[in-house]
């Protein structure tokens, strides 16, 4: 028979080794032989446990399933918002243990007590692992050394006001040189259950490896800094994806671990770019042309059919955000030609010509 501290200590043990997930918006209908029937797809499952509210004396909505593997269990945090189960939209995430419950209760009550964080610095610390933590095993000193370096960096960078930490944007480092733009996105496409190729529409707004200019392969491609920048649509979406990429050995056949955090960011570079997206929006005779089309579309829907007015101006503030994501996407591209070889490039068009 197994002592009480060995007990304790399995029951840690899985959720430090992140093979069990919790499941909340279950309903109450729901029985633990067709929670472990829905989710025995991603792997063998050892159990599967539904809290119990006692005084009420009816399940609570939420279990606890344990499986033999992390990579089943993150497959299942994948599908969070997407499952269902009973005409019910699941949501998924990874356990923790009683001692971070207690701590993350604690943390609750003193932010209810704090001013507001404007700068989203608490988001600075996700993702962040110390060397001697149990995510940190099996991890190569150099990385270790690298996300030290970055830590320290970031930690400068958020001493200065005008620095904040984007709740919605991803930076990412220890890029592969020779992965694609297109496959990173992939990657992360798959951490918020979208599947690539099929996904109509994306919650993913940019997904770009910063690179090199001056050092262009054959193919037009410059050669990759080996980071670079993901956003998303909303704030769970990219938490999402930065839990379900850090760190993840599995991802790369060698092995390589991305380093995944919120990105920080300049708010004085933030006003700048915006002000050059709004001064080439109108300075772009396309852009004007499609927008007064818009604004005369909407000024022509006949005022009495009020639902068919409200669909067509809905349908048209969509066109609009699309075009200028569109626009602002182009200025990006613009914004990775470096000013400082400029000159040279001005150089070479006079030469062809």
């Known amino acids: 028979m197994k002592s009480l501290s060995a007990k304790k200590k399995e029951g840690t043990q899985d959720v430090q080794e992140k093979r069990t997930v919790f499941v909340r918006n279950l309903s109450y209908d729901s029985t633990e032989e067709s929670v472990k029937e829905q989710f025995s797809k991603f792997g063998p499952i050892k159990y599967v446990k539904l809290c119990w509210d006692k005084e009420l004396e009816r399940p609570k909505g939420t279990c606890f399933i344990q499986f033999e593997s992390n990579q089943s269990a993150l497959d299942a945090c994948a599908e969070s918002e997407i499952l269902e189960l009973d005409s019910r939209v699941l949501n998924i995430d990874m356990a923790v243990s009683r001692n971070q419950v207690s701590q993350l209760v604690e943390d609750k009550k003193l932010s209810d007590n704090l001013p507001r964080d404007n700068r989203n610095l608490a988001l600075a610390k996700e993702g962040v692992i110390y060397p001697n933590s149990y995510e940190a095993e099996g991890m190569s000193k150099g990385d270790i050394l690298k996300r030290q370096k970055l830590e320290a960096i970031n930690a400068d960078k958020l001493k200065l006001l005008h620095f904040f930490?984007?709740?919605?944007?991803?930076?990412?480092?220890?890029?592969?040189?020779?992965?694609?733009?297109?496959?990173?996105?992939?990657?992360?496409?798959?951490?918020?259950?979208?599947i690539p190729g099929k996904t109509k529409r994306t919650n993913i707004i940019e997904c770009r490896i910063m690179r090199d200019l001056t050092r262009v392969s054959g193919n037009g491609v410059g050669k990759s800094k080996g980071y670079g920048f993901v956003e998303f649509t909303s704030f769970d979406l990219a938490k999402k994806a930065l839990h379900a990429v850090n760190n993840n050995a599995e991802i790369f056949p060698n092995g390589t671990r991305l380093i995944v955090q919120f990105s920080i960011e300049d708010m004085r570079a933030l006003k700048k770019k915006k002000e050059r997206n709004e001064k080439s929006k109108f300075k772009n005779s396309n852009f004007k042309s499609k927008l007064n089309k818009i604004n005369s579309q909407n000024a022509n829907v006949i005022e009495d059919d009020l639902d068919n007015k409200k669909k067509i101006k809905e349908k048209n503030l969509i066109k609009v955000h699309m075009l200028e994501r569109k626009l602002s996407k182009r200025m990006s591209q613009d914004d990775l030609i470096s000013t400082k070889h400029a000159p040279k490039n001005k150089k070479l068009k006079k030469l062809k010509k």
């Open 165 to 194: 930490v984007s709740p919605t944007r991803l930076s990412v480092h220890n890029i592969p040189t020779k992965l694609a733009d297109d496959e990173l996105r992939n990657i992360f496409m798959g951490a918020i259950g979208e």
